[in-house]
């Protein structure tokens, strides 16, 4: 795993003042979550913005034991806070692992196939580029059933518990892919089927008018812009505002606004 980071574990795609810190770090094992250790990690991924706006371009840096580094990549206008971070990480994968944002038609195998007990994967985040305040953001498991080569998986995020389990899914080749095998987890988990889902639109709430000011009704924000939106107010020490014209607390849309720009 060296050849992929530096001093303080941050990426190699830290380079200085011109380039963003890592921001999320994910670390792939064999093994189920709470054996995870650097014994069994088989791979990583970093994550880090090119661009910081509403719709931010990211950069990514992923490396497979026993293959090394993969080539960079780069998604561009991307809209944070508008779907789960597993949508991204599924993103980064692919397009590290196929050039592009999308999972490769799979020739399921009749015979014998490449098999894997079980696949954890965990995003960390980095908001200060390094782990002085890092933290477990979302953890996802793969395991396979009683036939080989059908496996369920289940992923969590911190996002109010957050929790979605699949049924279970084929994945039979003759080469395993763990990298492969964890977006195609998250496909499946999202439709049911083995292809990533269209990408997320911007998640924009609809403002209200009142006296002259334009505010967003907290009530009606989605996950996971909600629990950040949240977080950062607090951060920042931005108190709620109170409207006559809806139940449940305001904040300005200038303030929202900035919260999609730049919460990190």
């Not at 011109?18 to 093994?31: A, G, N, Y």
């Not at 999972?103 to 894997?116: H, Q, W």
């Not at 994967?121 to 305040?133: L, Q, S, T």
Request: proline share 5%; with cysteine; charged share 25%.
């Amino acid at each position: 795993m060296e050849s992929s980071t530096g001093k303080h574990g941050t990426s190699r795609f830290h380079k200085g003042k011109d380039t963003e810190s890592i921001m999320l770090k994910v670390t792939l094992h064999f093994s189920t979550p709470n054996m995870i250790s650097q014994a069994n990690t088989i791979g990583r991924l970093d994550i880090g913005y090119a661009r910081l706006d509403a719709r931010a371009d990211y950069k990514a840096l992923m490396f497979t034991a026993g293959l090394g580094e993969h080539p960079p990549i780069q998604i561009y206008d991307y809209p944070r806070w508008s779907c789960s971070v597993w949508d991204l990480v599924a993103r980064a994968i692919c397009k590290s692992l196929n050039g592009r944002e999308v999972l490769k038609p799979m020739n399921i195998e009749s015979g014998n196939c490449a098999f894997i007990d079980n696949l954890t994967a965990r995003i960390e985040h980095w908001p200060d580029g390094f782990d002085v305040k890092k933290a477990i953001i979302g953890t996802a498991h793969v395991s396979m059933g009683r036939r080989r080569g059908s496996y369920t998986a289940n992923f969590k995020t911190d996002v109010e518990g957050d929790e979605q389990e699949t049924s279970v899914f084929t994945y039979k080749t003759s080469k395993l892919k763990p990298w492969d095998l964890m977006a195609r987890a998250y496909a499946w988990s999202v439709n049911e089927g083995m292809d990533l889902p269209p990408k997320p639109e911007l998640y924009v709430p609809i403002p209200i008018q009142d006296c002259g000011e334009s505010l967003v009704n907290l009530n009606t924000v989605s996950e996971p812009a909600y629990s950040g939106i949240m977080k950062w107010m607090s951060k920042f020490d931005i108190k709620t505002i109170v409207s006559e014209f809806v139940s449940g607390p305001c904040v300005t849309e200038a303030n929202f606004v900035s919260f999609l720009k730049t919460a990190v």
